[in-house]
């Protein structure tokens, strides 16, 4: 069974910095795109980031690109999520994702969006307030 566990959240200053963790059971995550998402208030599930299978490729929103790194840590089975210089307006639940890829050679990347991935994490609440 796919399992994802999420850690990490929590508040943090303006400018500060967290790190996101999604470590998965029950199955290989190398074998998997992960994607990160982000639910605020009376808002949709956005997507933030996803990271290939095989580690051959991330995607960024623009609103988090140069300040937000997606890595993976095979021996872990874990994905991270590096937060800096984080903004206000970067609150909300943080969710990961994912979907496996097909057999065979080559990483897989697929759409970065909400309806691409079946298998999520519980979700963890990240603060940014001064």
């Known amino acids: 069974q796919v399992q994802l566990v999420q850690s990490g959240g929590g508040l943090v200053q303006p400018g500060g910095s967290l790190r996101l963790s999604c470590a998965a059971s029950?199955?290989?995550?190398?074998?998997?795109?992960i994607g990160w998402f982000r639910q605020a208030p009376g808002k949709e599930r956005e997507e933030v980031s996803c990271?290939?299978?095989?580690?051959?490729?991330?995607y960024y929103v623009d609103s988090v690109k140069g300040r937000f790194t997606s890595t993976r840590d095979n021996a872990k089975n874990t994905v991270y999520l590096q937060m800096n210089s984080l903004k206000p307006e970067d609150t909300a639940v943080y969710y990961c994702?994912?979907?496996?890829?097909?057999?065979?050679?080559?990483?897989?990347?697929?759409?970065?969006?909400?309806?691409?991935?079946?298998?999520w994490g519980q979700g963890t609440q990240v603060t940014v307030s001064s």
């Open positions: 990271i290939s299978s095989k580690e051959g490729s991330t």
């Open positions: 994702a994912a979907r496996r890829g097909p057999a065979g050679p080559g990483y897989y990347m697929p759409l970065c969006v909400v309806s691409s991935f079946g298998s």
């Open positions: 029950g199955f290989n995550l190398d074998d998997y795109a």
